[in-house]
């Protein structure tokens, strides 16, 4: 029997659909930032069924969940959590299904998004579908997501609301209908239907064989050009246009995307010398390069923090002198209570009252530093002299500076590699900050002090490349305008 998971597939590829139930494998394994966020959506929705004490969990699978569904709803189950039904080839489980006092049935479907999602609406049309066609009267469904608005740690009495979705998922059962069968027939078929590649490749969901289906992709290709609208991007897919080299030179293009296309045919960077050497004319030494990572749970943890605010547990700090000398200076919080009261004592202690603080997208420190200085009162003065310093070295890679080879990115794991060749993110087992936060929550949970300390080891790699990265990248602009 196909599932709502398979459904949800099916609308954004047919071909996916087809390579995840009949394929013979090639799908990419989960990230450590994927897995995280399987555990951080089951952790949200244990904690929704707490909200519903009378609740009887359905732990059985296959046949045997049908089975033991039904035998709960006809001893007189009032709610049930993961509830099994089938109908016509298709098999749902209900996040929650709670009975009304009139004898028809509510649909809850748990979510961990702040907000009511387009896919969330399919998935819960889908199981709507297969209650009634069992004979399930359902007559209600309700979204329950994440509230952001008003739960504030520690009181989570507010941490979902509930919205009722009931019109959106009726009004969708019609095209429900259609797309089973069709799906149903995709499943059937000898190979998998051909269908071009585009955005759904990784929207909503990225897709685990998008390695397999982009093999003819050229590096720079129109996925590189920056904010090019998707209207633009399929009609070049409809036409086969992948390659920038492929682009009629009269296709509509705003001035930065034009420039970019112009780079990647040239061959060769853009590069204005005179923009670069002013930026760096106003860096002052000691000169800190600097950077945060932050961790943003659903289900806030620490003091004062709503639902997905960033708290940092990180941070790397390399200091060059007026006389060329390096030293860094780093912390990591390793154990589960809050990181932040012993990470802006070491931050204030590693980062003196003077001299530039260099970061990549500078917004995100600041952001981090001014919300840590409202937190901490007492060191606010301190933390918003660290803000006044700040100074964006990626704003050279979006004003002055653009290599074909950055494929249209300024992001410092594009920059890296091009202006220094001897260092990368590619042999890092924490390659990113998803994965960073990942990792970081795997440290401090597990009792094993051999995992905690590779952990450990990975996180002070990562955050120690991110700063040195800079100074490397720092060094070799002063030579370029020297």
Not at 254 to 279: C, F, M, W
Not at 314 to 339: I, N
Not at 422 to 436: E, F, R
Request: aromatic fraction near 8%; hydrophobic fraction near 40%; glycine fraction near 6%.
């Amino acid at each position: 029997m196909l599932t709502k998971s398979d459904f949800l597939m099916g609308r954004q590829c047919r071909k996916r659909l087809w390579l995840e139930v009949q394929g013979s494998g090639g799908a990419a394994a989960l990230t450590p930032d994927q897995r995280h966020a399987l555990e951080q959506g089951q952790a949200v929705g244990r904690l929704a069924q707490a909200q519903f004490p009378q609740g009887q969990l359905i732990q059985a699978t296959g046949e045997t969940a049908l089975e033991a569904t039904a035998a709960a709803i006809a001893a007189g189950a009032t709610c049930l959590f993961e509830a099994a039904f089938s109908w016509q080839g298709w098999l749902v489980r209900c996040d929650i299904l709670q009975r009304q006092p009139q004898g028809t049935w509510t649909l809850i479907e748990v979510k961990g998004s702040t907000q009511v999602k387009d896919e969330h609406v399919w998935d819960a049309a889908v199981q709507w579908a297969v209650l009634k066609g069992a004979g399930v009267p359902v007559d209600q469904v309700d979204l329950m997501h994440i509230n952001r608005a008003t739960c504030v740690y520690p009181d989570l009495s507010t941490l979902f609301h509930r919205q009722d979705i009931t019109t959106d998922v009726v009004a969708r059962q019609p095209e429900v209908a259609d797309r089973c069968q069709q799906f149903q027939a995709v499943v059937a078929a000898p190979s998998a239907p051909a269908v071009a590649i585009g955005d759904h490749c990784h929207q909503p969901q990225r897709c685990s064989f998008q390695a397999q289906c982009w093999q003819g992709v050229p590096a720079a290709s129109i996925f590189t050009i920056p904010r090019l609208d998707k209207k633009k991007k399929r009609q070049l897919i409809e036409t086969g246009c992948w390659a920038i080299a492929d682009l009629a030179p009269d296709f509509p293009l705003s001035a930065n995307q034009r420039a970019y296309v112009e780079t990647v045919r040239r061959g060769e960077p853009e590069i204005d010398l005179q923009k670069i050497a002013d930026h760096l004319a106003t860096v002052t030494f000691p000169i800190h390069f600097f950077d945060f990572e932050t961790f943003n749970p659903a289900i806030p943890r620490f003091h004062g923090l709503r639902p997905y605010d960033a708290f940092p547990f990180q941070y790397s700090c390399h200091v060059l002198a007026a006389d060329g000398t390096v030293t860094h200076q780093d912390y990591l919080h390793e154990t589960a209570d809050d990181p932040r009261p012993p990470l802006v004592a070491a931050l204030l202690s590693h980062i003196g009252p003077t001299g530039s603080v260099v970061a990549y997208h500078q917004s995100f420190e600041a952001t981090v530093l001014k919300t840590l200085a409202a937190t901490f009162p007492t060191h606010g003065a301190a933390l918003q002299s660290i803000v006044d310093r700040l100074w964006d070295l990626e704003v050279i890679f979006k004003d002055a500076y653009r290599h074909p080879a950055c494929l249209g990115s300024t992001s410092i794991k594009k920059v890296l590699p091009v202006l220094v060749p001897t260092l990368s993110y590619d042999h890092l087992p924490v390659s990113n900050g998803a994965i960073a936060q990942a990792i970081w929550e795997a440290m401090v949970q597990t009792p094993d002090p051999v995992q905690k300390q590779r952990h450990r080891d990975d996180l002070r790699t990562y955050c120690h490349q991110d700063t040195w990265a800079m100074v490397a990248i720092y060094q070799v602009l002063q030579r370029l305008v020297a």
